[in-house]
């Protein structure tokens, strides 16, 4: 039995022109806003670790379960312009296209499921029964830095796959670069120097993806 080809994709910036946690901060107002913005700009260039903004912005914002699934239109709304075609064209080349994030998992499946994308690896939120927030998911290992590289390990222990590329625009993403045979920087919508001098292949639009796979 041949051995999968995993195809891993960043979520925010990457799939979609969003960053999720930023447009749950601005449902809190301007101010709001700026600050969640800042802090996670600080930290997908790498000036700060995830782990020391992640519970920060979420006490900040305290998002209810309605804005959770506003975001999640708000992603298909601004779905990159070639993610459906590339996707397509992947799985077609006989790679198995996954979603690995920073992002929050119940925000992130309904572009999953319009991508044709079955497994999404993210953050779950918790609400109680009013849907008020009460946390997240602390133990998952993109709550912090270095938790995609970990990600990638589990996926590599349980799937053996043959090969495995990830694409993504933060530098959470270029933590994955020993990890995997083929890192691709991508910059349509935020280009980050360090991501850009760290990937194997850097690109603007992921119709460029089919061409450079293994």
């Known amino acids: 039995m041949a051995r999968p080809k995993l195809i891993i994709f960043d979520c925010d910036s990457t799939l979609s022109a969003i960053e999720g946690i930023d447009e749950l901060g601005r449902?809190?107002?301007?101010?709001?806003?700026?600050?969640?913005?800042?802090?996670?700009?600080?930290?997908?260039?790498?000036?700060?670790?995830?782990?020391?903004?992640?519970?920060?912005?979420?006490?900040?914002?305290?998002?209810?379960?309605?804005?959770?699934?506003?975001?999640?239109?708000?992603?298909?709304?601004?779905?990159?312009?070639?993610?459906?075609?590339?996707?397509?064209?992947?799985?077609?080349?006989?790679?198995?296209?996954?979603?690995?994030?920073g992002g929050f998992r119940q925000?992130?499946?309904?572009?999953?499921?319009?991508?044709g994308i079955a497994r999404v690896e993210a953050v779950d939120l918790y609400f109680d029964e009013r849907d008020d927030y009460t946390g997240f998911d602390r133990d998952y290992p993109t709550t912090r830095s270095g938790g995609k590289p970990q990600c990638i390990a589990a996926l590599k222990r349980e799937l053996q796959p043959g090969r495995i590329v990830m694409v993504g625009d933060g530098v959470s993403d270029l933590e994955t670069k020993p990890d995997v045979d083929?890192?691709?920087?991508?910059?349509?919508?935020?280009?980050?120097?360090?991501?850009?001098?760290?990937?194997?292949?850097?690109?603007?639009?992921?119709?460029?993806?089919?061409?450079?796979?293994?």
């Open 27 to 101: 449902l809190r107002g301007a101010e709001v806003f700026a600050a969640v913005e800042a802090m996670t700009n600080d930290a997908m260039d790498g000036r700060i670790s995830v782990e020391s903004v992640f519970a920060r912005r979420l006490d900040i914002i305290r998002p209810r379960r309605a804005d959770v699934a506003a975001v999640g239109r708000l992603y298909l709304e601004n779905i990159e312009p070639a993610a459906l075609a590339t996707v397509a064209a992947v799985k077609a080349g006989g790679w198995t296209p996954l979603i690995l994030s």
């Open 107 to 115: 925000a992130i499946l309904p572009l999953a499921q319009h991508l």
């Open 182 to 214: 083929l890192f691709v920087g991508f910059g349509r919508y935020t280009e980050r120097p360090k991501v850009r001098a760290g990937a194997h292949a850097f690109v603007r639009s992921l119709a460029e993806i089919p061409a450079l796979l293994p």
